[in-house]
């Protein structure tokens, strides 16, 4: 078993460092930045390890998020037809009523016109 760790990490100068735990025995490390997505020995168990990709998870995280908002898009969209649609049958079904109304108030004025013609001027 070789013992490694920090030793293949050391002969570059970190920019930024990538904070871990073991996978096994949750240890934690701090290696360099070009570690990202390495297997290495862990220092405590020396079982070997993956040192995770920040850039990687953080691009997984997005493309999560991207397929959610998508899907939220979609369902907003599916429902926002459908309340337009009960909009426009609601309006239709005001027009036909405002007619038939209209169509009642005509009526009445003839109906009522018919009567008074009928009644004679005068006879209780
Ligand atoms: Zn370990």
Partial sequence: MQQTGGSILSSQQASSDIIF???????????????????LDCQK?????????PA?????????????LQHQLKENESQRTEITGYINQLSIQLHRWQLRLQTLKERQQKL????DAIRVPGAK
């Fill in 112 to 115: 009522q016109t018919e009567l």
């Fill in 21 to 39: 735990a073991c996978m096994h025995c949750s240890a934690s490390f701090v290696v360099d930045a070009a570690a990202a997505g390495l297997t």
């Fill in 56 to 68: 990687l998870e953080a691009a997984a995280g997005n493309s999560i998020k991207i397929s959610e």
């Fill in 45 to 53: 168990c020396s079982k070997p390890t993956i040192v995770p990709n």
